[in-house]
């Protein structure tokens, strides 16, 4: 299938490891011009080296996006390098793997983590590329957010060191504005949707096995074995699952979709979303 993805200016924010960066890889295969942007220099540099095998034009920004200025600067900069911006992928997180096991332990920026660390940023990126998107004629913005936005995980359930009650607060709140933000921007034919990938195995899955599987005393072929099983596909959501999607209502011809929250998740999630 032709995506027409060819040539569009294409921003990934955080794009320089993770699932960002196998978004980017995949905007990249299809011709599209990609700007990325991270704090750490050496894995942006070395995300931009990879990037640029695949031919077309890659700017990589170092930038904090917990700064206003920053996400704006980051738009501009991908606006003015390839002459504007068609697709707005607000990716960036701050870790939050560190989170409280119970609301009486929780201190207020813990549980606002997910919020200030993600949601803003990816609002303000928002917010700032509105006008090229607008002239873009057909602008996309796609926000990732987690299974946690539609079910609650508790202190063990998931390999991170506690409860994902800041994660649910902040993927909740990003799919809420995602569907606001729809509205507001289909008269000018943007389309905005939400997608949620369940655990998946990036950079940071090994760590968070091993610190549980030593805080339970077993093995961490016993924890993969464990999350595995949670899945009923049997395998964890692999960051490369996540870019078709992306690039597909990233694409032309998603322009009738909007306003929707998609899971990526293995069916590991048993609610059903009608
Ligand atoms: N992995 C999962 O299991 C999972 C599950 C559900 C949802 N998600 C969501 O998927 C998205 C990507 O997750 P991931 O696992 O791929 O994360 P990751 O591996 O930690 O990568 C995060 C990316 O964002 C960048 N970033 C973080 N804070 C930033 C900041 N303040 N300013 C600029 N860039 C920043 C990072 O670069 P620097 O650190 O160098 O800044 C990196 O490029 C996140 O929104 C996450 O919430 C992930």
């Known amino acids: 299938m032709e995506l027409g993805l060819r040539n569009a200016s294409v921003l990934v924010t955080g794009g320089s490891r993770g699932i960002g960066l196998a978004i980017a890889h995949a905007f990249a295969a299809e ?15 070395a995300a931009a080296t990879q990037l640029r095998a695949h031919g077309g034009q890659v700017l ?27 697709v707005l992928v607000n990716n960036a997180s701050a870790s939050v793997d560190t989170t409280p096991a119970a609301l009486e332990t929780a201190t207020d920026s813990q549980l606002a983590a997910r919020f200030t660390g993600k949601v803003m940023p990816a609002m303000r990126c928002t917010r700032a590329a509105i006008p090229a998107l607008r002239a873009s004629g057909a602008g ?25 009650l800041p994660q649910g607060l902040g993927n909740a709140a990003l799919a809420n504005f995602a569907r606001h933000l729809a509205e ?19 950079d940071r899955h090994a760590d968070r096995v091993t610190r549980l599987a030593a805080s339970r005393n077993v093995s961490p072929a016993t924890i ?20 078709p999607l992306v690039l597909l209502l990233a694409s032309p011809l998603a322009a009738a979709i909007t306003g929707q929250s998609i899971a990526i998740d293995g069916g590991a999630l048993r609610s059903i979303n009608y």
């Open 140 to 164: 996309r913005i796609l926000c990732i957010g987690g299974s946690s936005a539609r079910a609650i995980f508790r202190t063990g359930e998931l390999p991170g060191a506690g409860s994902g």
């Open 224 to 243: 993969e074995a464990e999350i595995a099983a949670q899945f009923p596909l049997g395998r964890v959501v692999e960051p490369a699952d996540i870019a």
């Open 184 to 202: 507001e921007l289909a008269p000018d034919r943007i389309t905005v949707n939400t997608i949620h990938p369940h655990l998946t195995r990036t």
């Open 60 to 86: 990589a920004v170092q930038a904090d996006l917990l700064h206003p200025d920053a996400c704006t600067d980051l738009v501009a900069q991908t606006v003015q390098a390839f002459g504007g911006l068609r």
């Open 31 to 45: 011709g599209a011009n990609i700007a990325i942007c991270g704090r750490d220099a050496t894995a942006l540099a």
